[in-house]
């Protein structure tokens, strides 16, 4: 049963990511922001369950990607797909080119899958922090404290994030991974200080934060290098 029990979290993943869609597409981009949160907890649970049960296996490692090609490819470029078509004035085709990101995510999916220097760390941006990024747009837009809607609704500044999020899928960055394998400071200090960080913007910032958290994340990983 315990070598079962990681999968069964995996699929919860790909679960949340199919109701996802089904909000996206049916105009609910706030409630799909919601699910694309609860399929990241249940991506980053399966791995701890893996590694705590000693569950790992090559179906468990295919059956991750696979339900992160849903929840966390094809969800973020739906979302951009619906934001882009808000825009009035542009060629009917420029939406799709939201699926870009979707496009990248495979790549970088299969690029982790076979890449031997991933296993502490990652190389290129994961594609649940990208996802998060994209899905944090329909709760900056609902709870616009700052406005943004205009800026966030811009069809260049859509495109221009779509561009850069999809170059850093697949770029050859270093980023850190956060798998305690103890909680020493030691050990542990960049994880510590960026999850830290992230608290605080949230609570300072609540949704608006997540695109600032993620580029920390990023910003962390060039000024120190990712192992450990």
């Known amino acids: 049963m315990k070598n079962h ?16 869609l089904c909000n996206i597409f049916a105009g609910h981009l706030e409630t799909a922001a919601y699910l694309v949160g609860l ?17 790992s296996s090559p ?16 969800v973020p470029g739906a979302i951009l797909f619906h934001l882009l078509g808000q825009s009035d004035g542009l ?17 970088r999916l299969a690029k982790f899958n076979n890449d031997t220097r991933q296993t502490t760390s990652f ?13 944090s747009l329909p709760l900056i837009l609902a709870h616009d404290s700052f406005g943004l809607t205009g800026f966030i ?17 697949v770029a050859e960055i270093p980023l850190f991974a956060l798998k ?26 609540q949704a608006t934060a997540i695109p600032l958290i993620v580029l920390l994340y990023v910003l962390l990983s060039v000024v120190r290098p990712a192992y450990g």
């Open 153 to 169: 609704l811009n069809p260049w500044v859509l495109l221009g994030l779509t561009v850069l999020l999809s170059g850093l899928l």
């Open 123 to 135: 190389i290129g941006l994961p594609t649940p922090a990208c996802t998060l990024v994209v899905a």
């Open 180 to 205: 305690f394998k103890n909680l020493t400071w030691q050990d542990n200090s960049l994880r510590f200080i960026f999850l830290l960080l992230a608290v605080a913007l949230l609570v300072l910032l």
């Open 39 to 55: 399929a990241a907890a249940f991506d980053f649970a399966d791995g701890l369950l893996a590694r705590a049960l000693h569950a």
């Open 5 to 20: 029990l990681p999968n069964a979290v995996t699929c919860l993943n790909l679960f949340a990511g199919c109701l996802a």
């Open 91 to 107: 060629p009917e085709w420029l939406p799709y080119a939201g699926f870009i990101v979707t496009v990248f995510s495979a790549l």
């Open 59 to 74: 179906i468990g490692k295919d059956l991750d990607s696979l339900a992160d090609m849903v929840s966390f490819g094809v």
